[in-house]
Each structure stands twice: as structure tokens, then as C-alpha cells.
């Protein structure tokens, strides 16, 4: 049914980005797929028309991503991975990585963001999932048992 040869992991090195990867090297090793690991950086914001005069890209990525960080990304099983950084729009970047790389499935994280913050910040996530060009599976990071944000606890310090 599905032939798994390149998977697409876009990471921003939250916990959602491990959970991700932790899946894709489950699917990558049960196919022989390669996995490619992709680090957006978004261009910088600027307010004024007196813009600072930006490195060139090359700099930027080298002081924005050590490679320590995406060292963090490795397969035990020995198989083929990839690591790319490039500077965009997150949402664009992916999607253009996906096609260009031929990807038959993409494998992101996903930062929970509810509310105020989803609607004012979209989704990155949602936007992939509808506008790549292969199937995304979503991953969500585990929660940590016994934080603030259990069900339990939040209830009973709105009790209290």
C-alpha cells in the first residue's frame, strides 16, 4: 500500500520535534527509508525602514543552529539521514522541502497551540497537513505526568 522511501522531519528542537523523529525512525527502519531532518529558520522581522544589515544566509545558519542540535537527530539503526537548514517561511519551506526532495511522507510535531495563540499564530502544522504534496502524520509530544497541566491538578486549583 505505501512505499516509504524518503521521510521529512522538520524539527525546531521542542519536545514535539523528538516525539516526531522518535516515529520516524520507527517507520524509517521498518521500510529502509532515508530520513531527511529539516531546521527552518524564519526570516528576520523588521519594523523600520532603516533596516540593520543582516549577515549573509550562510552566517545566519551557523549562528542560529549549532550543530550540536542537530547532532541530537541521529539513527541508531545506522540508516541513511540527511540534515538540512534553510531560511523561510516555516509553513512554505516544508511544503517546497517535501516536493523537492520527493518525500512520500511527512512526520511533524505538533506545539498544542489552543486558543488565542492558534488563532493568532495559525498553525504550522494544519497548514502542511492540507497543503503537501504526501501524506503527514502528526505527533504529538508526550506530556509529562504530574505537571500543572494535568487534568487533575487544574482542576483542583480552580477549586481551591
Request: proline fraction near 8%; aromatic fraction near 6%; include cysteine.
Amino acid at each position: 500500500m505505501f512505499d516509504f522511501k524518503t521521510i521529512l522531519v522538520p524539527v525546531d528542537f521542542g519536545p514535539s520535534s523528538f516525539a516526531a523523529f522518535d516515529a520516524a525512525k520507527i517507520i524509517a527502519a521498518k521500510f529502509g527509508a532515508k530520513i531527511l531532518v529539516l531546521h527552518v529558520i524564519p526570516p528576520p522581522v523588521v519594523y523600520s525602514d532603516f533596516a540593520p544589515v543582516l549577515p549573509e544566509n550562510g552566517e545566519v545558519r551557523n549562528a542560529a543552529i549549532p550543530s550540536s542540535e542537530l547532532g541530537k537527530f541521529a539513527r541508531e539503526d545506522g540508516g541513511p539521514i540527511e540534515r538540512l537548514v534553510c531560511e523561510g517561511d516555516e509553513e512554505l519551506m516544508i511544503i517546497h522541502e517535501a516536493a523537492a526532495q520527493h518525500c512520500d511522507l511527512i512526520v511533524m510535531g505538533t506545539a498544542g497551540r489552543t486558543g488565542i495563540g492558534r488563532l493568532l499564530l495559525g498553525s504550522v502544522a494544519e497548514h502542511v497537513s492540507r497543503q503537501a504534496p504526501c501524506p503527514v502524520l502528526l505527533v504529538k509530544a508526550p506530556q509529562v505526568v504530574g505537571s500543572a497541566e494535568t487534568p487533575n491538578e487544574s482542576q483542583a486549583a480552580v477549586r481551591a
